[in-house]
């Protein structure tokens, strides 16, 4: 064999390699993520806990398996929570599942929120979601989400 045949074999072998890795990605469209619910959990001392609840939805013609979790979430423009979970599950095809994620939030977050809050009318918080699901694809499945977070039912649910 010489050398000229062995870099086409290695080259072959990556090009399998390749496809095969393409050929586990889920479909071509990102999951759909919505936040559904918070709820209160305990925490240390000046740390706020949460389990943010999430619903994801797979449009897609293949089944998502993940093995994990990470979120980050925004308020108002600004980091507030952040969270992971090792929680492991599918996304069925054209289906959906809901993960909890219990996240952190520092009371310095919390406090800059609430005096952003004090002068302010407005019942509902705009929050932008990013996150990964562990994985899927090459590694991860990232997703994005925004949306408005009603102050009432989160004070009511502790």
């Known amino acids: 064999m010489n050398s000229r045949s062995g ?3 290695i080259g072959i072998t990556v090009l399998g390699l390749a496809l095969s890795a393409c050929a586990g990605i889920p479909g071509h469209e990102p999951v759909h993520v919505n936040v559904v619910g918070i709820d209160a959990l305990p925490g240390e001392a000046l740390e706020m806990r949460m389990a943010v609840r999430l619903r994801v939805q797979n449009p897609n013609e293949t089944i ?3 093995d994990g979790v990470s979120i980050a979430l925004d308020v108002r423009g600004t980091p507030f929570a952040t969270g992971v979970s090792d ?3 599918s996304v069925p095809r054209f289906g959906e599942t809901v993960i909890t994620v219990p996240v952190s939030v520092s009371a310095f977050a919390a406090v800059s929120q609430a005096l952003g809050l004090a002068g302010s009318e407005r019942p509902r918080l705009d929050y932008a979601l990013h996150g990964r699901l562990s994985g899927a694809g090459f590694g991860g499945m ?3 989400s925004s949306g408005q977070i009603d ?3 989160v004070v009511m649910s502790k």
Request: hydrophobic letters at 45%.
């Open 64 to 66: 998502i398996d993940f």
């Open 151 to 153: 102050l009432p039912a």
């Open 87 to 89: 929680q492991r599950g």
């Open 7 to 9: 870099w086409q074999a």
């Open 142 to 144: 990232r997703f994005e």
